[in-house]
Nanobody
Framework: QVQLVESGGGLVQPGGSLRLSCAASGSIFSIATMGWYRQVPGKQRELVAAITSGGTTDYADSVKGRFTISRDNAKNTVYLQLNSLKPEDTAVYSC?????????????????WGQGTQVTVSS
């Protein structure tokens, strides 16, 4: 069993910053891509940023230059630094990880999700 636990959300004024963390724990052999997604009620979940195990990153156009994704492979943790926040960044942010873990006598790759953390940008 693998769990992803997020932290760091909250209320911030426009122009402010937050740092989100997501730690994976459990029976983990390896983690491939880790990513952050966000969702607003009534809209589809969208990819915000992703990072491979080798450190290659990808960002949504709407956050390029403002958000930075990073990871600590030794701690199985991914971070998202959110700077220059705008009201339209308000959403529930969830982390995702593609994890190699044991299933009986085999090892399988599966996607896991965190519970989500609320980010609200408002004055």
């Amino acid at each position: 069993q693998v769990q992803l636990v997020e932290s760091g959300g909250g209320l911030v004024q426009p122009g402010g910053s937050l740092r989100l963390s997501c730690a994976a724990s459990g029976s983990i052999f390896s983690i491939a891509t880790m990513g952050w997604y966000r969702q607003v009620p009534g809209k589809q979940r969208e990819l915000v940023a992703a990072i491979t195990s080798g450190g290659t990153t990808d960002y949504a156009d709407s956050v390029k230059g403002r958000f930075t994704i990073s990871r600590d492979n030794a701690k199985n943790t991914v971070y998202l630094q959110l700077n220059s926040l705008k009201p339209e960044d308000t959403a529930v942010y969830s982390c995702n990880a593609r994890v190699l873990s044991p299933r009986g006598l085999k090892r399988t790759w599966d996607d896991y999700w965190g519970q989500g953390t609320q980010v609200t940008v408002s004055s």
